[in-house]
């Protein structure tokens, strides 16, 4: 089977961006879809990615992100081949991830951590509730291509998974790696120093391209790089905080000035201290 998605999309297509006739897009909605490798591609709305295979026996498609995307998606992928979505993955519970997956409900199967299905249910979020769940680690197949769903620890959620798509020596991790930039403002639901663990883990996978849910495309190296970011944070607050500054001493007396060519280091730099302390302040921090 070679790269079946190149009949579903051609090269010409996978430059546009998408419109579909009879969905309401907003003036500034950017969406499309780039080739990964092999039958892997990337799907952009905006500022949020997801990713999805396709197989001699139809399509795995990852997070929706919202109603208007997965539509979006899914018309494109009935209009250009006659092929069904097969699965739905969630790579964890947040809405703005996993918004939309309704929208897919009606013929597949809908997988994601226990964790984040207790959360679907208990946030009452508006997606497709998962049908399948596991707590470590799942191989799902189809088609004759596998792709390994890993649960890697507490981060950025209590629920984020990461899918290793091993023909395509491609990781997609969403939210709690990114490449060259720095993690999202104040790292609002993040567990400190798992997050730091579970990058450990990450690094110990097998696969060249990484795939994150935000921004550009990378490779391992990044994961370490992004590792070592969260390392060097976390250490820099708890030697201030045993040094008993206050948050806004810290401000002024961490730079963390290797990072500082890094995406939004400028705006979010600062949150970023103020994310990890609310988190140490709550936990004793002996001698």
Same mark, same amino acid.
């Given at each position: 089977?070679?790269?079946?998605?190149?009949?579903?999309?051609?090269?010409?297509?996978?430059?546009?961006?998408?419109?579909?006739?009879?969905?309401?897009?907003?003036?500034?909605?950017?969406?499309?879809?780039?080739?990964?490798?092999?039958?892997?591609?990337?799907?952009?709305?905006?500022?949020?990615?997801?990713?999805?295979?396709?197989?001699?026996?139809?399509?795995?498609?990852?997070?929706?992100?919202?109603?208007?995307?997965?539509?979006?998606?899914?018309?494109?992928?009935?209009?250009?081949?006659?092929?069904?979505?097969?699965?739905?993955?969630?790579?964890?519970?947040?809405?703005?991830?996993?918004?939309?997956?309704?929208?897919?409900?009606?013929?597949?199967?809908?997988?994601?951590?226990?964790?984040?299905?207790?959360?679907?249910?208990? *946030?009452?979020?508006?997606?497709?509730?998962?049908?399948?769940?596991?707590?470590?680690?799942?191989?799902?197949?189809?088609?004759?291509?596998?792709? *390994?769903?890993?649960?890697?620890?507490?981060?950025?959620?209590?629920?984020?998974?990461?899918?290793?798509?091993?023909?395509?020596?491609?990781?997609?991790?969403?939210?709690?790696?990114?490449?060259?930039?720095?993690?999202?403002?104040?790292?609002?639901?993040?567990?400190?120093?798992?997050?730091?663990?579970?990058?450990?883990?990450? *690094?110990?996978?097998?696969?060249?391209?990484?795939?994150?849910?935000?921004?550009?495309?990378?490779?391992?190296?990044?994961?370490?790089?992004?590792?070592?970011?969260? *390392?060097?944070?976390?250490?820099?607050?708890?030697?201030?905080?045993?040094?008993?500054?206050?948050?806004?001493?810290?401000?002024?007396?961490?730079?963390?000035?290797?990072?500082?060519?890094?995406?939004?280091?400028?705006?979010?730099?600062?949150?970023?201290?103020?994310?990890?302390?609310?988190?140490?302040?709550?936990?004793?921090?002996?001698?």
């Amino acid at each position: 089977m070679k790269n079946l998605v190149s009949r579903l999309f051609p090269a010409a297509v996978l430059a546009m961006v998408l419109v579909v006739p009879g969905i309401a897009v907003a003036q500034d909605a950017k969406r499309a879809i780039t080739p990964i490798a092999g039958d892997l591609y990337r799907f952009q709305n905006n500022f949020h990615y997801s990713v999805f295979l396709v197989t001699s026996e139809g399509f795995i498609v990852t997070d929706p992100i919202n109603e208007e995307a997965a539509t979006c998606l899914k018309a494109e992928i009935t209009k250009r081949f006659n092929q069904p979505i097969k699965y739905l993955v969630l790579s964890h519970d947040h809405r703005d991830h996993s918004a939309g997956g309704e929208v897919f409900a009606d013929t597949v199967t809908v997988i994601a951590h226990e964790n984040a299905k207790a959360a679907i249910l208990g *946030e009452g979020r508006p997606t497709a509730v998962p049908d399948i769940t596991f707590s470590d680690r799942m191989t799902l197949e189809l088609g004759g291509k596998p792709v *390994e769903l890993i649960y890697t620890g507490r981060n950025h959620s209590d629920n984020s998974i990461v899918m290793l798509f091993p023909e395509e020596r491609t990781l997609f991790a969403v939210d709690f790696v990114s490449v060259k930039r720095l993690p999202f403002r104040n790292l609002s639901d993040s567990y400190y120093p798992d997050w730091i663990d579970s990058l450990r883990r990450v *690094e110990a996978l097998d696969f060249d391209i990484l795939a994150p849910g935000h921004g550009a495309m990378g490779t391992r190296q990044d994961v370490s790089d992004h590792r070592q970011y969260h *390392e060097d944070l976390y250490n820099a607050v708890v030697s201030a905080a045993r040094a008993g500054q206050s948050l806004e001493q810290m401000k002024g007396s961490i730079t963390l000035d290797k990072y500082k060519d890094w995406g939004a280091y400028a705006d979010w730099r600062e949150l970023n201290f103020e994310g990890v302390y609310a988190r140490v302040v709550l936990q004793r921090r002996g001698n």
